[in-house]
């Protein structure tokens, strides 16, 4: 069984931060790499940012580059979204997802995911 919960998403003034987390539960001998996604209304899901096991292997979407920074604690089963400069056109749904290895960027090759943390950037 699989689970995992995001946390920290909120309303946040143009130009501000915020930081999300993932928290994930999961037996300890699996290996897994993560993906942050988001979806506005009326469009489609997007993978904003993945990362490897090892955390050595990041890649971003072009949209959120420079601005977002995806790392992990595997020690706490925890993967995190710091997000800086923040623009009212990233207003969305923001999901952690996981799956056994880094090599996808497409949001349906991801087996498991959380509930979801909504992401209002507002003044």
């Known amino acids: 069984q699989v689970q995992l919960v995001e946390s920290g998403g909120g309303l946040v003034q143009p130009g501000g931060s915020l930081r999300l987390s993932c928290a994930v539960s999961?037996?300890?001998?699996?290996?897994?790499?993560v993906a942050w996604l988001r979806q506005a209304p009326g469009q489609e899901r997007e993978l904003v940012a993945r990362?490897?096991?090892?955390?050595?292997?990041?890649a971003y979407a072009d949209s959120v580059k420079d601005r977002f920074t995806i790392s992990r604690d595997n020690r706490k089963n925890t993967v995190y979204l710091q997000m800086n400069s923040l623009k009212p056109e990233d207003t969305a749904v923001y999901y952690c997802?996981?799956?056994?290895?880094?090599?996808?960027?497409?949001?349906?090759?991801?087996?498991?995911w959380g509930q979801g943390t909504q992401v209002t950037v507002s003044s």
């Open positions: 997802a996981a799956r056994p290895t880094y090599d996808s960027d497409r949001p349906y090759r991801y087996d498991y």
């Open positions: 999961i037996h300890s001998s699996i290996t897994y790499a």
């Open positions: 990362i490897s096991w090892n955390g050595a292997r990041t």
